[in-house]
């Protein structure tokens, strides 16, 4: 937790208590998000929507840890996935020890990111758009 300033898959309490407890006391809070597996795929990481609440209230209030927002992957043919990860992002600040913080609404890919920005999102990883689609082929 010393040698960077952002994780995006934060989805546990104890994952975000060991980055608080292993960031350095003379450094910034770290910036999280929280990962939700925003329509419930087998093949995702992420907590469940009905528990980011709850999660929500406890990560912002860890010292050295600033909960910026949600990171969401829905299935590729699922657009509408977006707007219940906007509801959820917008619902959920009330539970925010530091709403002023809630900030990163980040979903969207490539392939998708027009959709993403329309239903609000702050923050689009578009690796495949500026490296090319990734070869595991090569895997060994």
């Known amino acids: 937790a010393e040698k960077f300033d952002w994780v995006h898959g934060v989805d546990r309490l104890i994952i975000a208590e060991r980055l608080s407890n292993q960031r350095g006391d003379d450094q910034s809070a770290l910036n999280i998000c929280l990962q939700v597996n925003i329509d419930g795929q087998?093949?995702?990481d992420g907590c469940a929507p009905e528990d980011v609440?709850?999660?929500?209230?406890?990560?912002?209030?860890?010292?050295?840890?600033?909960?910026?927002?949600?990171?969401?992957?829905?299935?590729?043919?699922n657009t509408a996935a977006f707007a219940d990860a906007k509801a959820l992002f917008d619902a959920v600040k009330d539970q925010h020890a530091h709403p002023q913080d809630w900030d990163t609404l980040s979903m969207g890919m490539s392939s998708d990111l027009e959709a993403a920005i329309a239903a609000g999102s702050t923050m689009v990883r578009v690796g495949t758009a500026l490296f090319g689609a990734r070869d595991y082929?090569?895997?060994g």
């Open 42 to 44: 087998d093949s995702k």
């Open 53 to 77: 609440a709850e999660l929500v209230a406890q990560i912002s209030q860890l010292p050295k840890i600033k909960l910026r927002g949600l990171m969401v992957i829905p299935a590729p043919d």
């Open 137 to 139: 082929s090569q895997k």
